[in-house]
């Protein structure tokens, strides 16, 4: 558990924290780095539950150059990237487990995926995922991503621990 100023805890009741994570907490949670991380904060995580955490958007993002360069948009498929990497913080943070200690998840479904509005260069994405079912270590989420609290992506996903030597999963 980590107790370092970078991970603080609010209590609402008596069964559900609130947790947030900077980027240095985020980055013992996934195993992901530049230029792939895409999740800069947690504003706030319910083990169990859900997950609200923001990607800022900025003109140096890598794909940006070769994504339309005379009206950059960010790519669909990295948004439900950034939807998915949060997704996995609210798995190892309900499992209690690190991805070194208990082995990464991998991204192994999406269905429902829906693009409403292009998001540029100066957006702030908010990233909201909930736990729809954790079933063998195989997690589902419903999530969204609103730019200025306008829906801009959809998506049903799933999540798997990756497979061991012997063929069998690593549970988070």
């Not at 949670?29 to 995580?45: A, G, K």
């Not at 990295?78 to 609210?90: F, K, N, Y």
């Amino acid at each position: 558990m980590l107790t370092t100023p970078e991970r603080q805890q609010t209590p609402m009741n008596d069964k559900t924290d609130i947790e947030t994570l900077d980027i240095v907490a985020i980055l013992r949670q996934l195993p992901h780095r530049y230029p792939m991380l895409l999740v800069d904060r947690v504003l706030e995580c319910r083990r169990g539950e859900s997950i609200r955490a923001i990607k800022n958007v900025t003109y140096n993002e890598p794909f940006f150059p070769g994504h339309f360069p005379q009206r950059p948009v960010m790519p669909g498929v990295m948004i439900v990237e950034a939807l998915a990497q949060a997704a996995g913080i609210l798995a190892f943070m309900t499992a209690g487990a690190l991805p070194e200690e208990a082995g990464r998840l991998y991204f192994v479904g999406i269905d429902k995926a829906r693009f409403r509005r292009p998001v540029e260069p100066g957006d702030q994405l908010l990233l909201e995922a909930r736990i729809v079912r954790n079933f063998k270590g195989i997690w589902q989420f419903s999530a969204q991503a609103l730019v200025d609290g306008s829906e801009a992506a959809t998506a049903e996903m799933m999540v798997a621990p990756e497979m061991n030597r012997a063929g069998g999963r690593r549970t988070p």
